[in-house]
Antibody
């Protein structure tokens, strides 16, 4: 079955950096676009970024453009999110999600990893 | 960005009774390919969101048939025919017609 396991979250100071990872299993990772979606504490869902199956195409929400970089390693079945210049408003649970092949939507979600930006 | 507006924001339902959630988008979600890019997710307490409905009315694998979606253009509805205790959580609609997805604010469903 599809499994997505995020890691790398934690407490970081404003202006700091963090790299999130998502380990995928149960499907052919290299066949799927992947995405990061976040949820601030007690708030709703916000799309962050996505990447094509071959890494040739990426896109970012305006709120993170220029600060976050999405990448993947198909040989390692892993998705990454490099987060730089972190701000308090980046505090959230970050979910990794597999995008459906026959549509354009997050089909399966991981359990999430919490990023807290605070001094 | 497309704005997704859900009503109500909370709902308290007696088990066995129906429930309905509305979602309105600021732009039509009908694509030139004929598909309508509207989705419904449920986030149960302490869990990550799970897909319920895709493209307005198609139930995802394993989703009980008491869940149904309908609508077109900018107005959509999620209905639960008979609410069960396991249906509690926050329901989100999402648009996928644009590159950048946007979600509704969420509707919290509780059991009376």
């Amino acid at each position: 079955q599809v499994q997505l396991v995020e890691s790398g979250g934690g407490l970081v100071k404003p202006g700091g950096s963090l790299r999130l990872s998502c380990a995928a299993s149960g499907f052919t990772f290299s066949d799927y676009y992947m995405s990061w979606i976040r949820q601030a504490p007690g708030k709703g869902l916000e799309w962050v970024s996505y990447i094509s199956s071959s890494s040739s195409y990426t896109n970012y929400a305006d709120s993170v453009k220029g600060r976050f970089t999405i990448s993947r390693d198909n040989a390692k079945n892993s998705l990454y999110l490099q987060m730089n210049s972190l701000r308090a408003e980046d505090t959230a649970v970050y979910y990794c999600a597999r995008i459906a092949r026959s549509g354009w939507y997050p089909q399966f979600w991981g359990q999430g990893t919490l990023v807290t930006v605070s001094s | 960005d497309i704005v997704m507006t859900q009503t109500p924001l909370s709902l308290s339902v007696t088990p066995g009774q129906p429930a309905s959630i509305s979602c309105k988008s600021s732009q039509s979600l009908l694509h030139s390919d004929g598909k309508t890019y509207l989705y419904w997710y449920l986030q149960k307490p302490g869990q990550s969101p799970q897909l319920l409905i895709y493209e307005v009315s198609s139930r995802f694998s394993g989703v009980p048939d008491r869940f149904s979606g309908s609508g077109s253009g900018t107005d959509f509805t999620l209905k639960i025919s008979r609410v069960e205790a396991e249906d509690v959580g926050v329901y989100y609609c999402m648009q996928g017609i644009h590159d950048s997805w946007t979600f509704g604010q969420g509707t919290k469903v509780e059991i009376k």
